[in-house]
């Protein structure tokens, strides 16, 4: 069983910047797709960025374009979120995913949460205006 673990969250004015840190606890790190998603307050689970296997391809929902930016560094077990020019609509909790199955994942199937085998247990954003 892998387990993610997210951290970084915290609360921030409009126009500042984050970064959450989410470590995986398996040595197949490289092997794993990963994504970020969040969750607002009433809201359905939301996809935000997400980052193939070897780093090569990053998928990310319109909205952060320009704003966020997913990396991993495999050595570390780590897949990172820097979020900049934060607005209050981020207000979320954010979660990590990890994908077993990220071989040949098109960046359509990476934006889907059914794609990942494992989730961590979530860090809050709260952007104040």
């Known amino acids: 069983q892998v387990q993610l673990v997210e951290s970084g969250g915290g609360l921030v004015q409009a126009g500042g910047s984050l970064r959450l840190s989410c470590v995986a606890s398996?040595?197949?790190?490289?092997?794993?797709?990963m994504a970020w998603f969040r969750q607002a307050p009433g809201k359905d689970r939301e996809f935000v960025t997400a980052i193939s296997w070897s780093g090569a391809t990053t998928t990310n929902l319109a909205s952060v374009k320009g704003r966020f930016t997913i990396s991993r560094d495999n050595a570390k077990n780590t897949v990172y979120l820097q979020m900049n020019s934060l607005i209050p609509e981020d207000t979320a909790v954010y979660y990590c995913?990890?994908?077993?199955?990220?071989?040949?994942?098109?960046?359509?199937?990476?934006?889907?949460?059914?794609?990942?085998?494992?989730w961590g247990q979530g860090t809050q954003v709260t952007v104040s205006s």
């Open positions: 995913a990890g994908s077993s199955r990220a071989f040949g994942m098109t960046p359509a199937q990476s934006m889907a949460p059914n794609r990942y085998d494992y």
């Open positions: 398996t040595n197949s790190f490289s092997n794993y797709g």
